[in-house]
């Protein structure tokens, strides 16, 4: 839990912190929930939130939207630390969270790092919810799905929310240069493009490109007059980047990644670690890069190699454990096996064509006999009739069509002969001439 000393005053607040958002209208980003019309932003208006979990990256606002909830519903506001907390001190708050009930005020208690209670600190909060006594506000970089126990979860709404992009990061370090909060009552000469590299860098991270704007105008050029100047060595020297920086576009960001898909995906295992080396040098993070590989296992490799998939999974979970500098290793062994894997885009080819069918005709009905039949009402209407159950014949299959009626015959994953695809090639054809001949 928070608490506030004598010498919290004396100390001088970070730059995030003192910019901190005291409404909705100064909150950046995230419109998707808190935009005009949107559900939660008319949760929080009207005074009817109720229990619920901030799932997203570093940076991106999730304490300061639970702050602004509590002050827009006027609603006691407890801070409180999955990190140093235990079961006791989840036992103290509620019990002031009971006593505020009692005498008619709502209390928010606001859980930060939620994943990292164990499942007896998240069971302690269960009772506390379910009677009303509090209203849990829980955030999360990790997926709740997987980090909160379900009777927890089921009593909660997750809202999702996104990493800010570089222009509205970029709007964020311009407030802060004019806002006496921040630097309004001091003369900072700073590029626009400077602005645009800090973006880049904190990487939809609000709180990160603050601090680094603080850091690199505290280390600025003082000059007689009392203003600071920025430059872009200054820039490089706090946060230990050289002329790897991302432009302020964002162009080289795609130029550099698109750099890597294309080297893997010519089988070049040298110009793939090189362009790795240069996205992870100039500070991208580490999890992009590997979301992009896994993408590339199924889009570029495929059934070709069905080991791609498995590597890159395995080099995401390793940079989620470790971070950088140590991934970095993981990653260069999960692009060199793409580079170096037999090549094939069935798999893409296959869903863009299935794709184009469906968004042509989406309202193309499911065949009647491979519908589910759970009521007696819907076996009535034929609902599951003449299903053939593929393990009741010797084959292990049917001659049963399952595409809609209007799609019979459609052929849309056309198989390659790369690498292990050859395989599954020939079985795809052995299956389509052996149902063919069941309709002579």
């Given at each position: ?12 607040r970070?730059?995030a ?19 005009e ?45 999955a ?28 859980v ?8 007896a ?32 979860l089921?009593?909660?709404?997750v ?46 991270d ?32 706090c ?11 964002g162009?080289e960001?795609?130029?550099?990644i698109?750099?890597?898909h ?20 100039a500070?991208?993070?580490p ?10 296992a ?18 995401y ?25 037999p ?11 299935a ?22 009402l819907m076996?009535e209407?034929?609902?599951?009739k ?31 002969d790369?690498?292990n ?20």
């Open positions: 839990m928070d608490q506030m000393t004598l010498f919290d005053n004396m100390m001088p970070p730059l912190e003192r910019l901190r958002p005291r409404s909705l209208d100064e909150f950046a980003g995230q419109e998707h929930l808190i935009g019309g949107k559900v939660l932003r008319n949760l929080i208006e009207k005074d009817m939130i109720s229990s619920m979990i901030f799932w997203g990256p570093p940076g991106v606002g999730k304490t300061t939207l639970a702050k602004i909830i509590a002050s827009t519903t006027k609603a006691k506001f407890i801070n409180f630390s990190v140093t907390s235990g079961i006791k001190d989840i036992r103290t708050v509620m019990e002031r969270a009971e006593e505020n009930r009692r005498y008619g005020e709502k209390t928010i208690v606001f930060d790092e939620i994943h990292r209670f164990n499942k600190q998240q069971d302690a909060f269960l009772p506390f919810v379910e009677k009303g006594s509090i209203i849990l506000i829980g955030a999360t970089t990790e997926n709740p799905s997987f980090e909160v126990n379900g009777a927890l089921s009593r909660c709404k809202f999702v929310l996104k990493g800010l992009d570089a222009e509205a990061v970029k709007g964020l370090l311009s407030h802060a240069l004019k806002d006496p909060r921040g630097f309004g009552d001091q003369t900072v000469d700073i590029s626009d493009d400077i602005l645009y590299k800090i973006a880049n860098f904190s990487n939809g609000a709180r990160t490109a603050l601090s680094t704007l603080e850091m690199v105008i505290l280390n600025g050029e003082l000059s007689s007059d009392g203003s600071v100047k920025v430059t872009d060595e200054i820039l490089e020297q946060i230990s980047k050289k002329s790897l920086l991302y432009d302020k576009s162009e960001h795609y130029n550099l698109s750099a890597l294309k080297s893997m995906r010519n089988s070049d295992a040298d110009a793939s670690v090189y362009w790795l080396a240069r996205m992870l040098e500070g991208e993070d999890l992009y890069i590997a979301r992009r590989v896994t993408r590339f199924s889009e570029d490799v495929g059934l070709a190699d069905t080991n791609a998939l498995n590597v890159a999974i395995n080099a979970q390793a940079c989620h454990y470790i971070g950088m500098p140590e991934c970095s290793v993981h990653l260069t062994e999960a692009v060199v096996y793409m580079a170096l894997a090549k094939s885009n069935a798999m893409e080819t296959a869903y863009m064509a794709a184009k069918d469906a968004n042509e005709d989406l309202a193309d009905p499911v065949p009647l006999h491979i519908r589910n039949a759970p009521t007696r076996k209407l034929d609902y599951g003449g299903y053939q159950y593929a393990h009741d014949y010797e084959e292990k299959m049917t001659a049963m069509t399952c595409l809609p009626d209007s799609k019979k015959g459609r052929q849309y994953y056309r198989p390659t790369q690498g695809e050859k395989r599954f090639g020939e079985r795809y054809e052995a299956i389509r001439k052996w149902k063919e001949e069941q309709f002579p």
